[in-house]
């Protein structure tokens, strides 16, 4: 089977590893890719941007590709799987009206109210004026959203009457931000969960759930980034698991069984685990909330459950396109994953462009067994004298990922194989999950 790639993050290196060890796919072809799908295992590069559908279409028609697998949010909040359909590609991943649950925050949260499905209290505007006056209005409205795509830095979580204010004058006033309508949510407090789950229209598989570090520096300070770092199992999920089978999961696959939700792909749970602020000691029992869904695998989750599905992943994706998904089980292994983002230092701000880098070993096929894996994300090879040079191209540059069977260890070989990276401009978080490991080891 030949399969093509979209994009070129650590997500997509970490699909494109796992897929390469599928005895039933013998080409992956990943397009544009990144410096570590360029020498991946079964895998070549292939010049094209995320965006430019009709070459994308030709490429794949050209090569015979048998299933196709979109990576990132903007070409699915576009259209590419319609498009691809269309022209009778086998695709995996949400058309356009599907990828609305990510692509409007607003739709997002009328579905979780029509399925009676636990979500922050909300209200969305259109303008400056009608905004101000939720947010004067109503002390719970602190959270403010820009209700389209906005790469994660459309989110203001705020103290105060004031700063959710000064959030909507960057928002309206700034020009950063095209779309002008708002979702203001009430803010819930407790640890989020990130519930990946496949998806073929009618059965919903829910994947390793695990736990992201959004915001830039160690102790959740900071601005909030795509992901620097992640875990997997997560002791939180164990915990809460009924509850959230109950209040979210079953409703969501009555949902699809009954036609009211219609959904193909990677369907994205974020969930928080709230704690009404009344109980003193915030030790008021924890419910899952649903604070938004996204139609594509997460990063760098991806990076960090794969590594630990024992499933051939190729035949759990072409299932998804044959509504066949009830027939494929998942398999997990128990160990534990790791995975810490190296960034560039002036990351979130800016990215790093043409340092150059250095990994441990050339190729990433074979550190599996040593339990580290390095995905890489913004890097790319540059045709030089002597050679190809590897050399930065992005914000967040690669993931380094430990495995172990239990989560101390498994921190330190991730921390282990990030010391060995070679690259000036270097930086990453030194707690992901520090408290994971704590907590296991009590
Ligand atoms: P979103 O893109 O909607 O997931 O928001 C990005 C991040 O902002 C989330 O991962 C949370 O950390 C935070 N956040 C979003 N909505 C809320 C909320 N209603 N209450 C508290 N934190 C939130
Ligand atoms: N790690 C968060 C996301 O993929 O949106």
Redesign the pocket.
């Known amino acids: 089977m030949k399969v093509l790639v979209v994009g070129g993050g650590g997500r997509e290196h970490a699909i494109c590893w796992k897929l390469a060890l599928s005895t039933r796919v013998e080409n992956i072809f990943c397009a544009p890719g990144n410096g570590g799908t360029a020498t991946c295992h079964k895998t070549v590069n292939v010049d094209i941007g995320v965006m430019d559908f009709d070459k994308l279409i030709a490429f794949s028609k050209e090569q015979a590709i048998d299933l196709v697998v979109i990576g990132p949010d903007n070409p699915l909040a576009e259209g590419i799987v319609d498009s691809m359909e269309a022209a009778g590609l086998r695709v995996f991943g949400p058309n356009k009206s599907q990828a609305k649950l990510e692509w409007s925050?607003a739709y997002a949260k009328e579905v979780l109210n029509t399925l009676n499905i636990a979500t922050?209290r909300f209200a969305t505007a259109s303008s400056q004026q009608t905004a101000e006056a939720i947010v004067k209005a109503n002390q719970w409205a602190r959270?403010v959203?820009v209700d389209g795509l906005a790469l994660?830095k459309g989110?203001f979580?705020c103290a105060s009457e004031e700063e959710a204010l000064q959030a909507l004058n960057t928002i309206y006033k700034s020009g950063k931000f095209n779309d002008k309508k708002v979702v203001i949510?009430?803010?819930?407090?407790g640890e989020?969960i990130s519930l990946l789950t496949l998806c073929d229209g009618k059965t919903l598989t829910p994947l390793l759930p695990s736990q992201d570090h959004?915001r830039r520096f160690d102790d959740d300070k900071g601005p909030?980034t795509g992901g620097m770092g992640a875990y997997a199992p997560v002791q939180l999920y164990e915990e809460h698991k009924d509850a959230i089978q109950e209040r979210i999961l079953k409703p969501l696959q009555k949902a699809l069984a009954e036609g009211k939700l219609n959904f193909k792909g990677v369907l994205y749970i974020?969930l928080?685990m709230h704690r009404e602020k009344s109980s003193a000691d915030n030790s008021g029992n924890a419910q899952p909330y649903v604070?938004?869904f996204n139609a594509r695998f997460g990063d760098p989750e991806t990076q960090t459950i794969l590594p630990l599905l024992q499933s051939d992943l190729f035949d759990a994706l072409y299932a998804c396109t044959e509504q066949t998904l009830d027939k494929q089980e998942l398999t997990w292994s128990k160990q534990s994953s790791c995975c810490v983002i190296g960034a560039a230092q002036s990351y979130p701000d800016s990215s790093s462009k043409g340092e150059a880098i250095v990994f441990p070993t050339s190729g990433d096929f074979n550190n599996h067994t040593d339990g580290q894996i390095i995905f890489q994300a913004g890097t790319k090879l540059l045709k030089a004298e002597n050679g190809e040079q590897l050399v930065t191209d992005g914000g967040r540059i690669f993931a380094a990922v430990g495995l172990a069977d239990k989560m101390a260890d498994a921190r330190e070989r991730a921390y282990q194989l990030i010391t060995t990276v070679q690259c000036q401009s270097l930086d990453y978080r030194r707690d992901i999950a520090k408290r994971e490991a704590t907590c296991q080891s009590k």
């Not at 949510?185 to 407090?189: I, K, V």
């Open positions: 925050k922050a959270v959203k994660g989110v979580v949510e009430e803010m819930l407090n989020e959004k909030n974020g928080l604070l938004e």
